[in-house]
């Protein structure tokens, strides 16, 4: 009885069907993959501190700090990858809907992050324009490819 | 003084053979419902002549040799119902008498060893102290010590920090603000200054007790909101083997987007350990493994775990005991979720890259213990703690990750003695090395000395008044050193026999870690500096509290003020041109609360039992004017347990309040939905049967559901807490 009372008010207080946090609504996100090639070799890795594939919503290629300031706002850091690392796919789900500009592979060459950022690769058309992804909720992004070439780096800024 | 020992041991000699011993009285004292030895209980022998008096050993052994004719023997050991026992119930043949001391369940003693460096009742001592005995840690084993706090009044742990009455928010497991102590001795890594619960032998704890407000007085650095002391057990008489065994899943998340193919989510881990003496020695051994698949991707474990104790009484007065403890363990890099639309998928984006993490602990301890006299105690205790982490190679083949190695080498004696009969007075000296060996941290070592007092004085009685005071010299490298002396005083009166009050006032300090201090590196695209000006924290905690126990119940309650200055944090530097990240003395804050806990045992055998603690703090940021960091306002723990006719049935529950602060300029801009956050509720329970229990080989088989509720929450940014889970626990004993 006794035990009984204590899980009740325990359950009581608990809240009932309370479950905490829960996922953000689906209708609310979308998702976004594809696959990053690399297409040149790589540089010493002194100078690749990271490297991320980003999506972003300010104009090409990046205003001082937005890397930094604008994490998970304006800039969508969607995988990391390893030096080295051979073509990678990716996959991400939970992108808030909005415009963003271009998708890109961003690397750190240096220590200083809000100033030693460069653009290395961008998923970009036939016509070496950046690719804009206006996503909505819900939305699932497929063959969303990123070339990255560390020997010719995009012309900046880049625009569609 | 060659010739002096001579001299004394001839007239030893002399007095023996003029002095022909009529009686030998030996026994061994042990509880009476588990058969553990009893220590430093104290034994007076009655005889013609007057009153001796002796602690018993570690063993629970004592003896006298009497040239008097004896009457009696009474045995007195907090807790535990008075003893008398006449003379000629003891052997001639000098066989130690066993004895067994009952419970005195009428007053609901419980004793510590912490508070003052000494082993008192609770209620003598002018602080709050919690406790925490042996089945109620092994009832949650299978989640490690930090679960077993978690359930303390007052108490919350945040990864591998643990706050008490708000003293500690969360700083990456970076300088722990609650000094860890193992067997009395300091159990924090050398580098980190964190606690490492994967190492404590759990298997092996009989005891933990948690002491709130500062305790720099008594223990140096790092005592700025309490100290815990984690007591391990003494082999027991005889010869016992012991195996515990857990073996579970955690169930799947509510919610099909966060279902992680593929992932094992089961664990099992197994414990086997020998206890033995023979004569003067005792020893134990144990081992065991843990394997974890983690309910998270990335997160699980392996772990294999060794402990060993031995003791030897080097003669009546004197005895040694030695420790060691080895943990290997290798664990997954996980640091923070994906998003909330992904918390069981680590995260790949920006400064979460981490590699599968090899750790190994080690300790190894030393004591000595002698009475001189009858009333004067002394020991002397060494201990070594061994951490070493390495990080998975970035590529294949190539050299390890972030890696450091540290050993803190800590000594102590001290020595208690009675002054008067109404003045009793602990001192001693520490002293402590440390050593770091890092690529995050480079080379370092540090030295820590100091010297304590303390007197324990009873002018009158049902009064104790309690004063001391430390001095402590910290260095690290050829740097300026840094000298803090910490105070202490404290007033118990007792009011009634069942009714004590208690006020105490403690200093506290914490110096920097060699990890605050000197990282220098570049950490996930971040660079983080050292500063060589870091000061150590400070802070400074009164209370006022009031404990009632009576035959079915027990009520403690205290409110507390504590200041803080100096506390140190990882700050975002960007005003010098390159920004980077240093540790700063940056926060002024107090915090004032109340603390109310009862404990109802319905029933005289105590087979029942129900505890209740409310907390409330008010953790209030002097230099912003906001509400500190991390640290929730309410905290609300229970705990029930029952058993009858070989059954047992016992629950947890926990509320704790949302933050209402955060760290914004580090964790939460890059962790997604970092903000997320909720109040926690957490509701454990447990349902077992002992098979054999009136044998002399019984099997307790228990099934647990931990979080049974599936309530989903998290301590710190981006890491979602452990799901449901059920296990299914052996344990036996023979």
Known sequence: MFFVVFTSASLLSAGGCNKGLEPPPASQVASISGRVHFVSPWPAKASVHVLELVLVQPAAPFADSTLIKGLNTTVIPLASLNYLSGDTNYSYSGIKPGTYNYLGVAQLFDTNVYRDWRVVGFSHDARDSAIGYTIHAGDAITNADVYVNFDSLPRSPFTK | MRYFRCALIAIAMFLFASSPILAQIRGVVTDATDNTPIAGARVTLRSADGNTSRQTHANGEFSFETTNQPKDVTLHAYGYRDTIIAADQFTTSGEPLPIKLELNIALHFDVTVTAQKKLEAIQDVPVSVSTVRAPEIESRAPSGLDNVLRYIPGVSVTESEVNIRGSSGYARSIGSRVLLLMDGMPFLSADNGDVKFDALPLFDVERVE?????????????????????????????????????????????????????????????????????????????????????????????????????????????????????????????????????????????????????????????????????????????????????????????????????????????????????????????????TVASDLFQNHHGVLLGLFTQSEIKPIDFLTITAGARVDHIQYDQLTSDGQISPKLGISYQLTPEWTLRTSYGYGFRAPTIGERFTSSVISGFTVRPNLDLKSERSNSWEFGSDVSMEHWKLDAAVFYSTFDQLIEPTFVSSQGSPFVQFENVTKAEIFGHEEEIEYYPFADQSTMFRLGYTYVYPHDLTSGEILKFRPRHLLQAHAETGFHGFSIGSDFRYISSYETYDTTLAIQFVKDGDQRVPIYVLDARVGYTFNASEGWPVELTFQISNLLNYYYVEIVGNMAPTRSFSLQLQTHF
Do not use: C
């Open chain 2, 210 to 434: 948690v002491v709130k407000g500062a305790g720099s007085a008594l223990y140096g650095s790092s005592a700025l909101g309490g100290v815990i002391n984690v007591i391990t057990r003494r082999p027991a008489s005889g010869t016992h083997v012991a195996i515990m065994s857990t073996a579970g899943e955690y169930d799947q998340p509510s919610y099909d987007s966060w279902r992680v193919p593929g992932l094992g989510r089961r664990f099992l881990d197994g414990d086997i350990g020998v206890s033995s003496s023979a004569g003067d020695n005792a020893a134990l051994l144990s081992a065991g493994f843990k394997r974890n698949e983690g309910y998270r991707l990335g997160d699980d474990y392996y772990r294999l775990h060794a402990f060993g104790k031995f003791t030897h009484r080097l003669n009546e007065s004197s005895s040694l005991t030695f420790s060691g403890l080895v943990a290997n363990e290798d664990h997954g890099g996980w640091l923070y979720w994906k998003s909330l639309a992904q918390p069981l998928e680590p995260s790949d984006s920006l400064s979460a890259i981490n590699g599968r993490i090899h750790s190994l602990k080690a300790n190894a301890f030393g004591k000595y213990t002698a009475t001189i006299g009858n009333e004067i105690l002394a020991d002397v205790n060494v201990n070594l703690i061994h951490t070493k982490f390495t990080t998975d190679p970035t590529l294949p083949g190539g050299p390890d990750g972030n890696h450091s190695t540290a050993d803190a080498l800590n000594f102590e004696t001290d020595i208690s003695l009675p002054l008067t009969v109404a003045w009793y007075l602990t001192s001693g000296v520490t002293a402590s090395y440390q």
